[in-house]
């Protein structure tokens, strides 16, 4: 379909652009991601949340980043739960501590690394 055809160029695109550095490839990764609509999986969701959060394609969007971060957190993906966590615990609120906490253990239940480090560092595994 082509939702599903976005989401592959997205990836790509996301790929190419990792290693050209170019601003206008990320932009057109977020375009195609962003058009998967309903196919948007938990790795596509992710990325879009890395690229709002660090501003690649421009200026960044913490509340896009947060909310496709949320999105691949709830798609199953680890690093998904891992940078959901990450995001959540930089905005120091007491309610999202928890949240990230939670969304660590699940990702650590699946042997994410990262998350087990982290939640070592808090003395909580």
Excluded: C, P, W
């Amino acid at each position: 379909s082509e939702q599903q055809k976005s989401l592959v160029d997205g990836k790509d695109l996301f790929e190419q652009a990792k290693l050209s550095k170019s601003r206008s490839q990320y932009e057109a990764s977020i375009q195609h991601l962003e058009d998967a609509g309903s196919s948007l999986d938990g790795i596509g969701a992710y990325l879009l949340s890395v690229m709002y959060h660090e501003g690649r394609a421009g200026s960044k969007n913490e509340t896009k980043a947060l909310n496709y971060a949320k999105t691949s957190a709830l798609k199953g993906y680890s690093q998904g739960h891992f940078y959901y966590a990450h995001l959540l615990l930089l905005r120091e609120k007491r309610g999202d501590t928890l949240t990230a906490i939670q969304s660590l253990k699940i990702a650590a239940e699946k042997d994410h690394i990262e998350s087990i480090n982290r939640l070592n560092r808090m003395g909580l595994y």
